[in-house]
Each structure stands twice: as C-alpha cells, then as structure tokens.
C-alpha cells in the first residue's frame, strides 16, 4: 500500500483491497511477538516479521516486508474470545 493511501476499515474493505494479492500469490508471513499486555478487557502485542510473495504462475519470490513491525490492539468479546480492533504495521528499511 503506498504511504498516502486511505486506511482499509472493516472486512469488506480488506478482503476488497487483498484480494489481488490472494489472488496471484502465495504468501509466506513470519511473526515474531515480543511483547504482549492486557489491560482489562483490551490487549496489545507488539512484534517484528517479514512477508514473501511467491506468483503462482511461476517466478522469483518477492520480499515484500523483509523487515517489518507491527502494533495490534485486540479487545475481549463477550464470548471470552479476542478480536482485532486496530492493527498498524509498517517496514523499519527506509523509503528508497
């Protein structure tokens, strides 16, 4: 997504948004959380990762986030059970 692009707020509009990607992709994510906490009814996990990108109809893998972090709020639902409410990731290798 390009850095002045609009956020992507609810399913439809990701899954809108990825559905390219899906599409003409295999994706491989590594995730790394360092960090977790819960405060009440909401959490947090802060952690590093990476993102490949393999075509499907053939080709060399692209690294997309080949250094990555990411801040993720969750809140409990009634159920007992964690769902995302925000989650703000980004690559720690500078714009070229």
């Known amino acids: ?21 899906f599409d003409q992709f295999n ?15 909401l959490g947090l996990t802060r952690c590093n990762g990476t993102l490949d990108l393999t075509p499907k109809a053939g080709g060399e893998t692209i690294h997309a986030t080949p250094d990555g972090k990411a801040l993720t709020l969750y809140e409990r639902q009634s159920d007992g059970s964690w769902k995302i409410v925000y989650d703000c990731f980004n690559s720690n290798i500078p714009p070229t």
Do not use: H, L, T
């Not at 997504?1 to 990607?21: F, L, S, T, Y």
């Not at 994706?27 to 009814?41: L, N, W």
């Open 27 to 41: 994706m491989e994510a590594a995730v790394d959380i360092f960090e977790g906490k819960v405060y009440g009814d």
């Open 1 to 21: 997504m390009p850095p002045d692009a609009p956020a992507r707020v609810g399913k439809e509009q990701i899954r809108e948004n990825m559905k390219p990607v």
